[in-house]
């Protein structure tokens, strides 16, 4: 799977069990994928094109004539990496299968060169239909995954076999085809979160504006992908993360020593943490009063990422950079002079990305590939960082 092959179409057929493709599209973007939603227009009778819009963070049409101008039937094929049909209607299915383009989604399969996965979900009897079965057995000598529907109870009282699957038996299947698998099984990962404070005194500090929601991202990830994660947690949330090891510490000093104490026998160090730069020289033990508090002399903090690259092996180095102006010279520079593997640059003038589920900025890596990234949400980065980790590792 290509390191950014997280496009989806979410194609979404006019059956009662479009609501379930609500919870489908969460998972999705759980998974890392970012979703564009294409429904049919007969679908939105049972979810809203408003819905499938709050739900993706992405616009959602129907027909091919709306924003024509940006040609949605190609530009959307070109971008997609992967298309997921579901629920795939009677009805749909054999439009797909004869070829037809008589919406915007239609008009997007036949112009697709992707991968396509196809969800049915309808009554039994037209599952087991003989145009049915004839339409399925034509898109899958094309290539197309068509999976099975499930057997069970469906609206009213009718049973039989034409259910909608279980959400993570899609996920499941589609991960099949997207190689979106355990790929990080047997390895190491290292992750600093969230931001260092430094002691004024026992009530002030020198801090910063980072809420480790990017460092949570991450860890979720690799867990999911398989690995074994430690998080060196400075001065954030960490109560969801509750299946892999976290070590809590505060200041710039201690976070280095826990990540010293880890960083041997690591596979990656992804340094997501914003590590203030100084510290005071003196902190008191006693709170220093106003009258007195004019001037704080500072001291740098130990540069952690030169140090742990100087005692590098084997290990894949990931970096942050948060830059207000030459986004891309610095980063550049300080891949280089950190020894980074891969590094993600971001614009955070007037505290943009502090504290959002979503981010823009670009990923730039040791052989000076660049891609872009606009409005995608944290989780969506961290499985990118992950897939260029898991590239750079062979």
Request: with cysteine.
């Amino acid at each position: 799977m290509s390191a950014i092959a997280r496009e989806v179409v979410l194609g979404v057929g006019a059956g009662i069990a479009a609501y379930k493709s609500c919870d489908l599209l969460r998972r999705l973007q759980d998974r890392g994928y970012a979703v564009t939603v294409v429904p049919t227009p007969s679908s939105l009778n049972f979810v809203g094109a408003a819905t499938w819009q709050a739900l993706s963070g992405r616009p959602v049409a129907t027909h091919v004539w709306e924003n024509s101008h940006e040609v949605s039937h190609i530009s959307l094929a070109q971008r997609a990496h992967f298309f997921l049909i579901a629920p795939a209607t009677a009805d749909l299915i054999a439009r797909m299968s004869a070829g037809r383009a008589d919406d915007l989604l239609t008009n997007l399969i036949l112009a697709a060169n992707v991968p396509i996965m196809i969800v049915p979900a309808m009554h039994p009897q037209m599952w087991n239909d003989a145009a049915t079965v004839a339409n399925v057995a034509t898109l899958r000598s094309r290539g197309y995954v068509v999976m099975e529907p499930e057997i069970g109870r469906l609206t009213g009282s009718d049973s039989g076999q034409g259910r909608f699957p279980q959400v993570s038996s899609i996920i499941e299947r589609f991960d099949q085809l997207t190689g979106n698998l355990r790929d990080l099984q047997g390895k190491r990962i290292l992750i600093s979160g969230g931001g260092t404070r430094e002691s004024i005194d026992p009530v002030r500090f020198i801090g910063n504006r980072s809420s480790g929601k990017q460092a949570t991202a991450l860890a979720t990830a690799a867990v999911l992908r398989g690995a074994e994660v430690t998080l060196v947690a400075a001065n954030m949330d960490t109560s969801s993360l509750d299946t892999l090891a976290v070590h809590h510490v505060e200041s710039a000093a201690q976070m280095h020593l826990a990540l010293a104490k880890e960083f041997e026998s690591c596979d990656v160090l992804i340094m997501c943490a914003a590590v203030a730069d100084a510290k005071p020289s003196q902190s008191t033990i006693e709170k220093i009063k106003k009258a007195i508090f004019t001037t704080i002399e500072l001291e740098p903090n130990p540069d952690i990422l030169a140090e742990l690259s100087r005692k590098k092996s084997q290990q894949i180095m990931i970096g942050f950079a948060a830059e207000t102006s030459n986004l891309i010279t610095s980063a550049q520079a300080k891949l280089k002079s950190k020894g980074l593997d891969v590094i993600y640059v971001n614009d955070v003038s007037d505290g943009a990305i502090f504290g959002k589920d979503t981010t823009s900025g670009t990923i730039i890596t040791r052989n000076g590939e660049e891609i872009a990234l606009k409005e995608v949400s944290k989780d969506a980065l961290a499985h990118l960082l992950l897939d260029h980790a898991l590239r750079q590792l062979g």
